[in-house]
């Protein structure tokens, strides 16, 4: 199955109560802590284009970067409606070509938990490295799956869609698995889908070393829409690094 087809057609649905044009205001101001104002953003893992929309919308000339073809083929037409100018890139954030052209590069909703290969996130930090600009930040929310149960099963019952979620966390390999079986309706009849989707769980020594070895500094790691400190305990962390 391409990827994350049956996801697309719901994503929004399910993440209907995100405040996106907060997280906009939210990440601007971390970048400007920081001392960037930026102009030039590129969003990895943009979907449907829920943060890339809202970034435009201040002003922001915004390339929105993603791998699946279902996503971005709804991003773009939700662009077109809001009358908002964004470029899409069906591109993985694996394989980066941009040198010296960006103020900001981020990464939401889980975006670098998906990288779950060995070395990936070097590969991502050297990629965004060479794209940012010098001062350049890369502002990015990670998840810490490692603070969800061993296994579980969750169900949403919506009507339309019905979703249940088998989720499974593999402490040695820092692998949250979660196997999704969609039921969505079209017509009288509802079509079924099934999905797999990998979170890492991603070590911060292991994430600040990588982004050093690219002259990357952390900045900060905050407990996730605030400025505070992140504890061990916090299960979503914002991390703002700097280039130079």
């Known amino acids: 199955m391409e990827n994350y087809a049956g996801l697309a057609a719901i994503y929004d649905l399910m ?3 995100v405040d996106y044009e907060a997280w906009a205001d939210y990440v601007i101001e971390a970048a400007e802590t920081f001392g960037v104002k930026p102009q030039c953003v590129l969003d990895l893992a943009c979907g449907t284009g829920s943060t890339t929309i809202p970034l435009a919308k201040h002003g922001l000339t915004v390339t929105g970067l993603d791998l699946s073809p279902a996503m971005l083929a709804i991003a773009k037409e939700k662009a ?3 009358g908002v100018a964004v470029s899409f890139a069906e591109k993985n954030m694996l394989a980066l070509d941009y040198e010296d ?3 900001m590069i981020v990464s939401f909703q889980d975006g670098i938990n998906y990288l779950t290969g060995p070395g990936d996130f070097e590969k991502l930090a050297a990629g965004v490295a060479r794209g940012l600009k010098e001062k350049g930040v890369f502002i990015f929310d990670l ?3 490692d603070h969800y149960s061993d296994s579980e099963t969750t169900v949403i019952d ?3 869609p019905y979703l249940v979620y088998e989720n499974q966390y593999h402490e040695e390999s820092r692998i949250w698995r979660i196997k999704l079986t969609g039921f969505v309706k079209e017509g009288e009849l509802y079509r079924r889908f099934e999905e797999t989707h990998e979170e890492k769980n991603h070590d911060m020594k292991e994430v600040e070393a990588a982004l050093l070895a ?4 952390i900045a900060a790691v905050w407990r996730i829409f605030t ?3 992140a504890t061990e305990k916090t299960n979503r962390v914002l991390v703002v690094a700097k280039k130079g």
Do not use: I
């Open 15 to 17: 993440m209907m109560g």
């Open 80 to 82: 077109q409606k809001e």
């Open 101 to 103: 052209r960006f103020d």
């Open 143 to 145: 998840n810490r799956v």
């Open 158 to 160: 919506l009507d339309d």
């Open 214 to 217: 690219h002259h990357l500094n």
């Open 227 to 229: 400025k505070e400190d």
